[in-house]
């Protein structure tokens, strides 16, 4: 990692409250314990809380696979982008969320060149060998913009095309967290998430902002894969770490210690590539009870930990921690798999799992298939009540509205 980038980490982690990890402190958990205890107490000092409307909602658009920089040496790259941004705009006004989750795959980050369509740097900057590795991190800076034009909060995963020779899951948080005072998007403590899996975090929303226990906590997860940041790229694991699996437990005890039982706030999970155990879930499928379209068969690289046959399982133990520890969770959300919009019940945890819709023009897909977002909303704070959801299509449309509770699937 370049010294800059760990100056701006460490910089970033004493902001939230909390000392950066020290090395001859051997006592990882009880240190973990302390650094969350400091963050509890307020883990975004100088932004507004974000809270439940005054009649007792709270909505949230998540868009998701945006995928933008494809393609930027020729003219379908940055009309794909155009699209995109359109679509944001579109969106934006017309749904009025309180919140907004980028959920992954923000930029193709494989992309050699750059597009002469952004003016942040001079002509023969473009032309530079590494034209688009120094500036893709500023496609991010085109991505943000029509959240703050709206002035709409909002957070951020990073899929599998954010890791590559041109771009790290980092250099985008960082650049986010610069150029979007309302990026709520946060990075994990030292040693969690594994290799450039950083994105693991969480977002309280509160009943009131004068409230000092939320009722609600957002939850973000990097399924990292994609491939190692340079020219001599490896791959990545393309499945939450290990690590995140205790990260889950402490933060859990710490906050039931500070806000009390688990059971008294709701929660919902947001992580770019789904579950593997989601997979064999698609044959199950009811069209009617399970709406939404289908039209993306899973198989290997769909789901997390299966590119390889002998990583299958490897992330067991996030999702074992996340369904053991994070109580009143609603949903798990994911992207990815840009032709698929349905909700299911994931029987082993009795959890529901859902599909968001493929909101970029960028990414591979089919134009019959319809671009758009996925809408959650939760219509009282109660923690235990439904959350309604539906798929909105950039002129409108609406399919796939359910109700997710207990009675779901």
């Given at each position: 990692?370049?010294?800059?980038c760990?100056?701006?980490?460490l910089?970033?982690?004493t902001?939230?409250?909390?000392?950066?990890?020290?090395?001859?402190?051997?006592?990882?958990?009880?240190?973990?314990a302390?650094?969350?205890?400091?963050?509890?107490k307020?883990?975004?000092p100088?932004?507004?809380?974000i809270?439940?409307?005054?009649?007792?909602?709270?909505?949230i658009?998540?868009?998701?696979?945006?995928?933008?920089?494809e393609?930027?040496?020729?003219?379908?790259?940055?009309e794909?982008?155009?699209?995109?941004?359109?679509?944001?705009?579109r969106?934006?006004?017309?749904?009025?969320?309180?919140f907004?989750?980028?959920?992954g795959?923000?930029?193709?980050?494989?992309?050699r060149?750059?597009?002469?369509a952004?003016?942040?740097?001079?002509?023969?900057?473009?032309?530079?060998g590494?034209?688009f590795?120094?500036?893709?991190?500023?496609?991010i800076?085109?991505?943000?913009?029509?959240?703050?034009?709206?002035?709409?909060?909002?957070?951020?995963?990073?899929?599998?095309?954010?890791?590559?020779?041109?771009i790290t899951?980092?250099?985008?948080?960082l650049?986010?967290?610069?150029?979007?005072?309302?990026?709520?998007?946060?990075?994990?403590?030292?040693?969690?998430?594994?290799?450039?899996?950083?994105?693991?975090?969480?977002?309280?929303?509160y009943?009131?902002?004068?409230?000092?226990v939320?009722?609600?906590?957002?939850?973000?997860?990097?399924?990292?894969?994609?491939?190692?940041?340079?020219?001599?790229?490896?791959?990545?694991p393309?499945?939450?770490?290990?690590?995140?699996?205790?990260?889950?437990?402490?933060?859990?005890v710490?906050?039931?210690?500070a806000?009390g039982?688990?059971?008294n706030?709701?929660?919902?999970a947001?992580?770019?590539?789904?579950?593997?155990l989601?997979?064999?879930l698609?044959?199950?499928?009811?069209?009617?009870?399970?709406?939404?379209?289908?039209?993306?068969?899973?198989?290997?690289?769909?789901?997390?930990?299966?590119?390889?046959?002998?990583?299958?399982?490897?992330?067991?133990?996030?999702?074992?921690?996340?369904?053991?520890?994070?109580?009143?969770?609603?949903?798990?959300?994911?992207?990815?798999?840009?032709?698929?919009?349905?909700?299911?019940?994931?029987?082993?945890?009795?959890?529901?799992?859902?599909?968001?819709?493929?909101?970029?023009?960028?990414?591979y897909?089919d134009?019959c298939?319809?671009y758009g977002?996925?809408?959650?909303?939760?219509?009282?704070?109660?923690?235990?009540?439904?959350?309604?959801?539906?798929?909105?299509?950039?002129?409108?449309?609406?399919?796939?509205?359910?109700?997710?509770?207990p009675?779901?699937s």
């Amino acid at each position: 990692m370049r010294l800059s980038c760990v100056l701006a980490w460490l910089t970033h982690w004493t902001v939230y409250g909390a000392t950066a990890p020290s090395r001859a402190n051997t006592n990882t958990f009880d240190l973990r314990a302390s650094e969350s205890l400091a963050i509890l107490k307020d883990p975004y000092p100088d932004k507004p809380r974000i809270t439940f409307r005054a009649d007792g909602t709270f909505k949230i658009t998540v868009f998701s696979d945006m995928h933008w920089g494809e393609n930027p040496w020729d003219a379908w790259g940055p009309e794909q982008d155009a699209n995109s941004t359109r679509l944001m705009k579109r969106v934006l006004p017309s749904e009025n969320p309180d919140f907004v989750v980028l959920n992954g795959d923000l930029i193709t980050g494989e992309s050699r060149f750059y597009d002469f369509a952004l003016q942040t740097y001079s002509f023969l900057n473009y032309f530079s060998g590494d034209a688009f590795k120094d500036n893709a991190t500023f496609l991010i800076d085109r991505i943000v913009a029509p959240l703050n034009a709206a002035q709409i909060p909002f957070c951020s995963t990073q899929g599998n095309h954010d890791n590559q020779k041109n771009i790290t899951h980092l250099q985008e948080i960082l650049r986010e967290q610069q150029v979007a005072p309302l990026s709520y998007t946060r990075v994990a403590p030292a040693g969690i998430g594994g290799v450039d899996g950083p994105g693991n975090y969480w977002v309280p929303v509160y009943k009131k902002a004068s409230d000092s226990v939320p009722v609600l906590v957002l939850w973000f997860f990097d399924s990292r894969g994609g491939f190692s940041y340079g020219d001599n790229s490896t791959a990545i694991p393309d499945w939450v770490d290990e690590s995140v699996a205790t990260w889950i437990e402490s933060e859990s005890v710490v906050m039931n210690d500070a806000w009390g039982p688990p059971e008294n706030r709701g929660a919902l999970a947001f992580v770019h590539i789904p579950p593997h155990l989601i997979q064999n879930l698609q044959a199950k499928l009811n069209s009617t009870k399970e709406p939404g379209l289908n039209a993306d068969s899973l198989g290997s690289g769909s789901t997390q930990s299966t590119t390889d046959d002998a990583d299958v399982g490897q992330d067991d133990a996030f999702w074992n921690s996340l369904n053991s520890n994070v109580k009143n969770l609603h949903a798990v959300i994911s992207g990815h798999d840009h032709g698929d919009e349905w909700c299911i019940r994931e029987p082993t945890k009795d959890v529901i799992f859902c599909f968001d819709k493929h909101a970029g023009y960028g990414g591979y897909g089919d134009y019959c298939w319809g671009y758009g977002v996925r809408n959650l909303v939760f219509n009282s704070t109660d923690p235990k009540g439904g959350v309604q959801t539906w798929i909105r299509l950039e002129d409108g449309d609406i399919r796939a509205n359910v109700i997710l509770d207990p009675s779901y699937s």
